[in-house]
C-alpha cells in the first residue's frame, strides 16, 4: 500500500512560479515511473510529465520547457517545478503511481491577476 499526498499548490499570478510535491508513504525506488497529472474545471485529467525510476522525463506538450517534473527516492518524494505559469495552467494537480491504483488527493493550482 502507498499513500501519496501532494502539497504546494496555490494561488500564483500569470508569469509566476510553484513547486508541488508529492510525498508517498511507501518506497516509490519500487515503482517503475511518477507522474503528475491535472483536471480543469469540465475537463478530463490530463498527464502533465511523468519520470521513470532511472530519471528518464517526459512532459505534455504544452508544459514542455515550463515544468520540471524530478523525484527524490532517499525522500520518497516527486516534485514539479511549474515556471511561467499561465491561467490556463489553472487545475487541480494529481500524483500518481504509473501502472498502480494510486493516486494522491490532488492539489489546487490557481494562476489569476
Known amino acids: 500500500q502507498v499513500q501519496l499526498v501532494e502539497s504546494g499548490g496555490g494561488l500564483v499570478q500569470p508569469g509566476g512560479s510553484l513547486r508541488l510535491s508529492c510525498a508517498a508513504s511507501?518506497?516509490?525506488?519500487?515503482?517503475?515511473?511518477m507522474a503528475w497529472y491535472r483536471q480543469a474545471p469540465g475537463k478530463q485529467r490530463e498527464l502533465v510529465a511523468f519520470?521513470?525510476?532511472?530519471?528518464?522525463?517526459n512532459y505534455a506538450g504544452s508544459m514542455k520547457g515550463r515544468f520540471t517534473i524530478s523525484r527524490d527516492n532517499a525522500k520518497n518524494t516527486v516534485y514539479l517545478q511549474m515556471n511561467t505559469l499561465k491561467p490556463e495552467d489553472t487545475a487541480v494537480y494529481y500524483c500518481?503511481?504509473?501502472?498502480?491504483?494510486?493516486w494522491g488527493q490532488g492539489t489546487q493550482v490557481t494562476v489569476s491577476a
Open positions: 511507501g518506497a516509490i525506488s519500487r515503482i517503475a515511473a
Open positions: 519520470i521513470t525510476n532511472s530519471g528518464s522525463t
Open positions: 500518481h503511481a504509473m501502472n498502480t491504483q494510486y
